[in-house]
T-cell receptor, first 117, second 117 residues
Framework: AQSVTQPDIHITVSEGASLELRCNYS??????LFWYVQSPGQGLQLLLK??????LVQGIKGFEAEFKRSQSSFNLRKPSVHWSDAAEYFC???????????????FGQGTTLQVKP | ETGVTQTPRHLVMGMTNKKSLKCEQH?????MYWYKQSAKKPLELMFV???????ENNSVPSRFSPECPNSSHLFLHLHTLQPEDSALYLC????????????????FGEGSRLTVL
């Protein structure tokens, strides 16, 4: 069955430090992968997505992610974190091959990022 | 106009009340979704509408009743809710999941924070 695992529930980094949020997926075909960010009390905003092509994808707010098929991973990175990056981050994979093709997006449980001044 | 708009942003209701959440999308999409986000739980997909037809109902209790009068509007009617139904309810839209260009990307509203007393 398709699934997404974010091993780190909570991460704390200092402002200006680098960041890597982990995401592992289980999916039988070529995945469509996403990272979303949710600020407190807000909806989810798309940071970046991977469909095909270059395995290193650039997103908004200085984020990037690298698709590694051999490791079934799609880790999110940022070279220098800002205090405004404190939020919850969700990795997701699109289930495009379900029998009903209802467009289900499978989310990980999320990683909460805290930024220390 | 923002892409996906949800109203109200906050709602407090008693267990015997009847209320509705409203979602409107201005992106020209053909599919709309309701998700429930509770504290410390993964996002739960509740309902999916594609071309105004309900295509998925994830074992949601009947006290939640969705309505999709057209492709731009989605409602969630609430009746005799329980305190455990308190959560953030997120609406999302996408291209038609059965369409050839569908990628799985969802566009979210900012959510309606529901508190059931």
């Amino acid at each position: 069955a398709q699934s997404v695992t974010q091993p780190d529930i909570h991460i704390t980094v200092s402002e200006g430090a680098s960041l890597e949020l982990r995401c592992n997926y289980s999916y039988g075909a070529t995945p469509y992968l996403f990272w979303y960010v949710q600020s407190p009390g807000q909806g989810l905003q798309l940071l970046l997505k991977y469909f095909s092509g270059d395995t290193l994808v650039q997103g908004i707010k200085g984020f990037e992610a690298e698709f590694k098929r051999s490791q079934s991973s799609f880790n999110l990175r940022k070279p220098s974190v800002h205090w405004s990056d404190a939020a919850e981050y969700f990795c997701a994979v699109a289930n495009l091959h379900g029998s009903s093709n209802t467009g289900k997006l499978i989310f990980g449980q999320g990683t909460t990022l805290q930024v220390k001044p | 106009e923002t892409g996906v708009t949800q109203t109200p942003r906050h709602l407090v209701m008693g267990m015997t009340n009847k209320k509705s959440l409203k979602c409107e999308q201005h992106l020209g999409h053909n599919a709309m979704y309701w998700y429930k986000q509770s504290a410390k739980k993964p996002l739960e997909l509740m309902f999916v509408y594609s071309l105004e037809e309900r295509v998925e109902n994830n074992s949601v209790p009947s006290r939640f009743s969705p309505e999709c009068p057209n492709s731009s509007h989605l409602f969630l009617h609430l009746h005799t809710l329980q305190p455990e139904d308190s959560a953030l309810y997120l609406c999302a839209s996408s291209q038609d999941p059965a369409g050839g260009t569908y990628t799985g990307e969802l566009f979210f509203g900012e959510g309606s924070r529901l508190t059931v007393l």
